[in-house]
C-alpha cells in the first residue's frame, strides 16, 4: 500500500531517511524540507507558513503558503492534503522530540486519521505510536518481534479492549486517567484491538507492526 510521508521540523529529530518507493508521497511540512534536503530527498510539495523553513524554497518543487495566523498547524495541512490525494497511510517523521505541545498535536493527528479509516504511524526516535479507533467494528494492531508495548486510552474511556500475546494479557475496559497499559512485553506476535474508543499504542521500532 502506498505510504504518504509528513515530514515535520523538530530540530530535534534524528530519524533516518524513509525509502520513498513508487506511488509513495513526500510532503514538507515547512521546515521538514530541511531534513529533506537533508537526506537528498525532494517532495512532492512543501505547505506551511514557512516560519521555521531554514532554507530557500525550490524553485522546481510545489508548494502551499499559508498565513501564520491560522487554525491549523502545518503538519494538520499535510495531513488534509495526503487525505485529500486519497492517501490512508501515513508516516509522520520529524514530528516528535521539539516542542511538546507540537507532539500533542501530531498526537491528535493520528487520532483524527483513525477516525477516518486511515492509518497514521508516528515516528518518535526510537518509538512508534498509533492511534486505533473504531468507527466502524473493532479496530486492530498486530505486532511481531521482541520489545515493549504500551498502550493508553485517549480521549476518555477505551471499552472492549484486548491486548493478547504478549506478558501480561488484558480483557476489559481501559481508563484515559489510569495508565495501566504501560510497559507491557512482546516476545513474539501479539494484538491489541478495541471495540469502542480510542487507544494510543506504542512500541519500539525494532517491533513490526500492522495497523
Same mark, same amino acid.
Given at each position: 500500500?502506498?505510504?504518504?510521508?509528513?515530514?515535520?521540523?523538530?530540530?530535534?529529530?534524528?530519524?533516518?531517511?524513509?525509502?520513498?518507493?513508487?506511488?509513495?508521497?513526500?510532503?514538507?511540512?515547512?521546515?521538514?524540507?530541511?531534513?529533506?534536503?537533508? /537526506?537528498?530527498?525532494?517532495?512532492?510539495?512543501?505547505?506551511?507558513?514557512?516560519?521555521?523553513?531554514?532554507? %530557500? !524554497?525550490?524553485?522546481?518543487?510545489?508548494?502551499?503558503?499559508?498565513?501564520?495566523?491560522?487554525?491549523?498547524?502545518?503538519?494538520?495541512?499535510? !495531513? *488534509?492534503?495526503?487525505?485529500?490525494?486519497?492517501?490512508?497511510?501515513?508516516? !509522520?517523521?520529524?514530528?516528535?522530540?521539539?516542542?511538546?505541545?507540537?507532539?500533542?498535536?501530531?498526537? @491528535?493527528?493520528?487520532?483524527?486519521?483513525?477516525?477516518?479509516?486511515?492509518?497514521?504511524? !508516528?515516528?518518535?526516535?526510537?518509538?512508534?505510536?498509533?492511534?486505533?479507533?473504531?468507527?466502524?467494528?473493532?479496530?486492530?494492531? /498486530?505486532?511481531?518481534?521482541?520489545?515493549?508495548?504500551?498502550?493508553?486510552?485517549?480521549?476518555?474511556?477505551?471499552?472492549?479492549?484486548?491486548?493478547?500475546?504478549?506478558?501480561?494479557?488484558?480483557?476489559? %475496559?481501559? %481508563?484515559?486517567?489510569?495508565?495501566?497499559?504501560?510497559?507491557? *512485553?512482546?516476545?513474539?506476535?501479539?494484538?491489541?484491538?478495541?471495540?469502542?474508543?480510542?487507544?494510543?499504542?506504542?512500541?519500539?521500532? @525494532?517491533?513490526?507492526?500492522?495497523?
Amino acid at each position: 500500500m502506498p505510504t504518504c510521508y509528513l515530514v515535520g521540523a523538530s530540530p530535534e529529530a534524528d530519524e533516518a531517511a524513509p525509502r520513498v518507493l513508487t506511488g509513495d508521497c513526500v510532503i514538507a511540512a515547512d521546515g521538514g524540507l530541511d531534513h529533506l534536503r537533508r /537526506w537528498g530527498i525532494a517532495p512532492d510539495l512543501v505547505i506551511g507558513d514557512m516560519d521555521s523553513l531554514n532554507c %530557500d !524554497l525550490p524553485a522546481d518543487v510545489p508548494y502551499a503558503t499559508y498565513p501564520a495566523e491560522k487554525d491549523d498547524t502545518d503538519m494538520a495541512l499535510a !495531513l *488534509e492534503e495526503g487525505l485529500r490525494r486519497g492517501f490512508t497511510r501515513f508516516a !509522520l517523521l520529524c514530528a516528535a522530540g521539539g516542542r511538546p505541545d507540537h507532539t500533542m498535536a501530531n498526537l @491528535q493527528l493520528l487520532v483524527k486519521a483513525a477516525r477516518l479509516n486511515a492509518k497514521a504511524i !508516528l515516528h518518535m526516535g526510537a518509538w512508534r505510536c498509533t492511534a486505533l479507533c473504531a468507527p466502524s467494528g473493532r479496530s486492530e494492531l /498486530w505486532l511481531r518481534g521482541r520489545g515493549i508495548v504500551s498502550v493508553f486510552a485517549y480521549g476518555g474511556r477505551a471499552k472492549g479492549v484486548m491486548i493478547a500475546g504478549m506478558k501480561y494479557g488484558f480483557t476489559g %475496559d481501559l %481508563d484515559g486517567a489510569t495508565p495501566l497499559g504501560v510497559s507491557n *512485553e512482546l516476545d513474539d506476535e501479539g494484538r491489541v484491538s478495541l471495540e469502542e474508543g480510542v487507544l494510543l499504542c506504542y512500541w519500539e521500532e @525494532q517491533i513490526e507492526a500492522q495497523p
